[in-house]
Structures are given as structure tokens and as C-alpha cells.
């Protein structure tokens, strides 16, 4: 039988889970941990993990002191009754101001009381910090857990109590040193792995989250607290396949925990496993309606499926949820695919307005004024792309493509050849830069272009289709024939990739179904390139194929395309 709570919802979870941050999305800062250094449970849930995530103090007795009471020892010091939150610091640092910042406070004890070690000062200064940090009252809990640490730096509780407080202030660096002197004073408390293991998830160290992990595991393999957080570091580090052997465990542990679903099918969905996905998705979201992110990736799984509406429905409920960046953009690319070019537009300027350096909002943006044939304004967004990613290779090549279609022939060569420098095997800067140099007349230069790109992808036919082309006006027939047969076998096959085809694809396709004795489909093929040719406000390519009509004799009825 399964226990009633989920790792996943438990409170360190719930107040800074981040699963959302995979799918492109904005997160705010992390909730810190709660307060209570022996229990990670809050005090209106039952958390049956608190047996597993003890600390030192517990197992650690404190002896009750016959001290009096004076001012000096019940008041805090006025140098710490204010805390601000830190600016991460080098740990380094961190550790040669400690002896500095926290002063030793001289304590006033009678003749008769009974002597009273380092040690006993300590654990008294420890449990003061223990109750101010459950009040919150963070600046003396700092104060009473330095003093700790001065009369016994090896104190594990008193490096636990002043790390639990810097997450509290979210100084993570700060915390993650004090973990690291607790490990140092008790190495054998797992929890504290897992303590640093939740400080290296926030600042996204997921290697070292890894490594803790590993360490719980090892000496606790039922510690389902740690085995969660290693399987979200993993779906981080996009180690997708391991993660789910992790996550295959979580599921079957607790069946009725909608995260365990969400990023099992958010593993699936980068795994192209997409069904298995969407069973994961729909799992998630009847065992948790309304949640923003189960809405958001089955959204994105539902698109890459093709069911479009389904996708759109999934990203409207999102965004009347919780609207994001990510989101408008990706509703967006679903309004361009179903040609509403306006909604697309109005949803990428929304993202934009959210989020103003989103590259992939400035990108959709340009496809969409591409296929609506405003050029310039297309040409703005690709140049907004790569000025926020000088590697974005996608602007670059569809920035290529506009200048082919304004006949800038030297700036698309040079976009083209940008791409090759940080990318050798991108198909598109071969392909783009074989049509220029076909049509700048340099058909050697082109052959070698398309070539390369056949090499990189043997499945795009209008590579083939234009090598073909460029070999029978060169007058080498064999080779155009070969080109030709090639390329209609893998369409026989069904083998061609599928993409947005450009006016360019189908004037070499057209020409090589003529050369092949086909004339009719060559007829149907090149108005389909005039068609797009006319989309892409590309008027001198669209002359090109009617001339081309013309000439081979395939004129009959109307060809008013221009």
C-alpha cells in the first residue's frame, strides 16, 4: 500500500518546485525551507517523512544549564536585529569572516553554579537560535548560532540551524557553506546531504544535486525524498532516459501524485514517446484540474501530435491561469500553423510585452510576417533575434532567405556562412547557400553546396531536385537522371522529411517531373511554386516560373498568378 503523501508535495517541494522552468517558463524566487530544523513538515499536514529527514539535533542532548538570567544573555545584540537578504559572496570568504562576524558574548555566572563547559554554552546559544529561527525572528537566530559555532565550531546542529536560516533569507551561498561545515562536523547525517542536495537544486548545481543524492541513496535506498529530487535533477540535465527509471519508481510508489505524471510525460514528450506522454499528461491533470503547467506541456504534446485545437484549447486554459511568456509564444506558433496570422502576432507581442529579451517570441514573430509576405517587418524581428542570440541559427537562415527574396545576394551568402562557422552540419546554410549560388551562376559552387547538404540530410528531396537541375543544364544527364530517380524514391517511400516547402523546392522539383517525360505534374508542381513564390512577396522568382511555364509549352488555362 502506498503512503498517503508524495516527495514531491512535500513542503520544500511545494514551495519550490520548478518543474514549470522546463517547459520554457519564467519561475519566481524559490519559498524557502520551513523553519523547523526537526521536521520538513509544516504544521498543517501530517508528513509521514519526518522520520526520514532528522537532523543532528535531534539525536544530539541538551543539557539544561543553571545559568541566571541577565540582560546580556536573554536580549539580542542590536548589531544583529536586522537582516537583509545577502548578495551570494565566495564561500571562501564566506569562511574567513565568520571568526569576524559573530563576537563572543561575555556571560556573568555565579560562584556556586557549576561549571559550565564550551559545549554546554553552545547548545544553550543552539537552542536560543532554534526558537528564534521558528519564530522567524532570522537576525537572532544568525546571532545565537554564530556565538554557538565561536565556543564549538564542530556543532553540527549550530551549522545546520545557521544554513537552514540563510535558505530561510535566501543567502544560498551562505547556506550552502554551513552545509558543507555540518557534513564536515557530522558526516553521518544523510539528511544533511539531502539538505545541500535541495540548496544546489536552487541554484540549478544539478550535477552536485547528483552527487547528494547518490550519497542518501547509497546509505537510505527507500529515501523517496531524495530519489525524487535526483530524478527532477536529472529531467535538468535532460538526461531523460535515466530519469525515467526514477520516475517509473515515484509512479508506482504514489500513484495519486499528479507531479510524478507531469515529468514522467514531460521525459516522454522530449523522448518523442508523445502517446505515452499524453497518457501522462491526462493522468496528471484528473488527479490535479486547473494546474497551469500539466495544461501547458500536454499542450505542447497535443501539438506535436498535430491535433492543433487541442493544443490551443490546452494553452488558453494556461494562459487564463497563469499567463507567461512561454505560453503566448507557443499559443502563437499553434494560431500560425492554423493561418491565423493576426491572433499569432497578437500573441507574440504579448510575450514580448512580458518578457522583452524572449528570444523565441521575436523569432515567431518573423515567420509570421514571412508568411504574410511583410518582408521588411519580418526582417526587423530576425535581426531583434540574433542581436539576443548571436547563434540563433534559425534567424539566420531565415534572415537568409529574405534577403534572397529582396536579390541581396552577398547578405544571404553571408547569414549562410555565419551558420557554418558555429554549425558545420546544418543542412539549411548548405541548401540556402546551393539556391544563391545558383542563381548568382555559380553552378560548381552550388553543386558542392547541395552536396553537403545530401550528405547531412539524404531525405530533403529539393536538394536533390536542384543538384539534378544545375547537372542537366551543365549537360551531364546521367548524373541529373540519377538526382531525379533518387529524389522520387524517397517521396515513393515516404521518406521526405516534412517542412514548409519554399517557392525555390518547387521550381527544381517542377523542372525535373518535365525533364522526367511528366509534364502535367510538372505543370501542377511549378504553379504551386508561383503560389508561394507570390506568398513570400517574392515577385521576381514568380515571373521566373510562369516564364519557365511558358517556355516548356505547359501552358493551358489561366495562369493570372501574378
Not at 123 to 141: M, V
Not at 351 to 367: C, H, M, N, W
Request: overall charge negative.
Amino acid at each position: 500500500m502506498s503512503k498517503p503523501y508524495s516527495p514531491s508535495s512535500a513542503p520544500e517541494f511545494a514551495a519550490q518546485h520548478d518543474y514549470s522552468d522546463i517547459l520554457g517558463i519564467s519561475q519566481s524566487p524559490a519559498t524557502p525551507l520551513s523553519p523547523n530544523l526537526n521536521s520538513t513538515r509544516s504544521e498543517s499536514i501530517a508528513d509521514p517523512w519526518a522520520s526520514t529527514t532528522s537532523t543532528a539535533q535531534q539525536d544530539l542532548p541538551v543539557q539544561k544549564l543553571s545559568v541566571p538570567t541577565s540582560d546580556e544573555w536573554s536580549q539580542p545584540s542590536t548589531a544583529a536585529t536586522s537582516v537583509a537578504v545577502r548578495q551570494p559572496q565566495d564561500r571562501h570568504q564566506i569562511d574567513r569572516d565568520r571568526h569576524v562576524e559573530a563576537p563572543v558574548r561575555a556571560v556573568s555566572i555565579a560562584q556556586d553554579t557549576p561549571s559550565i563547559t564550551g559545549k554546554d554554552l553552545a547548545l544553550n546559544y543552539c537552542e536560543r537560535g532554534n526558537k528564534s529561527l521558528a519564530a522567524k525572528n532570522y537576525a537572532q537566530a544568525i546571532s545565537a548560532y554564530k556565538i554557538a559555532i565561536e565556543w564549538n565550531p564542530q556543532l553540527a546542529i549550530a551549522n545546520c540551524g545557521l544554513a537552514q536560516t540563510y535558505h530561510q533569507i535566501q543567502d544560498y551561498e551562505s547556506a550552502l557553506v554551513m552545509w558543507d561545515r555540518a557534513i564536515e562536523a557530522d558526516s553521518t547525517q544523510i539528511d544533511f546531504y539531502y539538505q545541500r542536495a535541495l540548496v544546489q537544486k536552487v541554484l540549478k548545481n544539478y550535477y552536485q544535486v547528483l552527487v547528494d543524492c547518490k550519497h542518501v541513496l547509497e546509505q537510505s535506498p527507500n529515501h523517496s525524498l531524495a530519489r525524487w529530487l535526483n530524478a527532477v535533477a536529472l529531467v535538468k540535465l535532460e538526461n531523460y532516459q535515466v530519469a525515467l527509471l526514477n520516475l517509473n519508481q515515484h509512479v508506482e510508489a504514489y500513484p495519486q501524485d499528479p507531479n510524478g505524471y507531469c515529468y514522467r510525460g514531460i521525459c516522454y514528450e522530449r523522448l518523442d514517446q508523445l502517446s505515452e506522454a499524453l497518457v501522462d499528461f491526462n493522468r496528471a491533470i484528473s488527479l490535479q484540474l486547473n494546474q497551469s503547467v500539466f495544461h501547458h506541456a500536454r499542450g505542447r504534446t497535443r501539438q506535436k501530435l498535430g491535433d492543433l485545437k487541442g493544443a490551443l484549447a490546452d494553452f488558453n486554459v494556461t494562459i487564463e491561469q497563469k499567463p507567461r511568456a512561454a505560453v503566448y509564444d507557443d499559443r502563437a506558433e499553434v494560431h500560425r500553423c492554423l493561418g491565423n496570422h493576426q491572433a499569432a502576432l497578437s500573441d507574440c507581442d504579448r510575450a514580448i510585452e512580458l518578457s522583452p529579451k524572449f528570444v523565441d517570441a521575436y523569432f515567431r514573430r518573423g515567420l509570421t510576417y514571412t508568411e504574410m509576405g511583410n518582408l521588411d517587418s519580418a526582417l526587423i524581428n530576425y535581426n531583434s533575434t540574433i542581436d539576443l542570440d548571436l547563434q540563433h541559427v534559425n534567424a539566420y537562415i531565415q534572415r537568409s532567405w529574405i534577403y534572397f527574396r529582396k536579390k541581396d545576394y552577398p547578405r544571404a551568402k553571408q547569414d549562410c556562412q555565419a551558420v557554418k562557422a558555429f554549425n558545420q552540419s546544418c543542412f539549411w546554410s548548405n541548401y540556402v547557400l546551393g539556391v544563391v549560388n545558383n542563381f548568382s551562376g555559380l553552378k560548381n559552387n552550388a553543386i558542392n553546396n547541395f552536396s553537403k547538404a545530401i550528405e547531412i540530410s539524404p531525405n530533403y528531396v529539393s536538394a536533390r531536385y536542384h543538384r539534378g537541375v544545375i547537372y542537366h543544364e551543365l549537360g551531364d544527364i546521367p548524373k541529373a537522371m540519377a538526382d531525379f530517380e533518387q529524389a522520387r524514391s524517397i517521396q515513393d517511400r515516404g521518406l521526405e522529411r516534412l517542412v514548409d516547402r519554399d517557392e525555390t523546392g518547387f521550381y527544381a522539383e517542377g523542372l525535373a517531373l518535365y525533364y522526367l517525360g511528366q509534364p502535367e505534374a510538372a505543370r501542377t508542381i511549378l504553379i504551386l511554386g508561383a503560389l508561394a513564390a507570390k506568398r513570400f512577396n517574392n515577385p521576381s522568382f514568380n515571373q521566373l516560373i510562369l516564364s519557365s511555364i511558358d517556355d516548356l509549352g505547359l501552358v493551358s488555362g489561366d495562369l493570372s498568378l501574378s
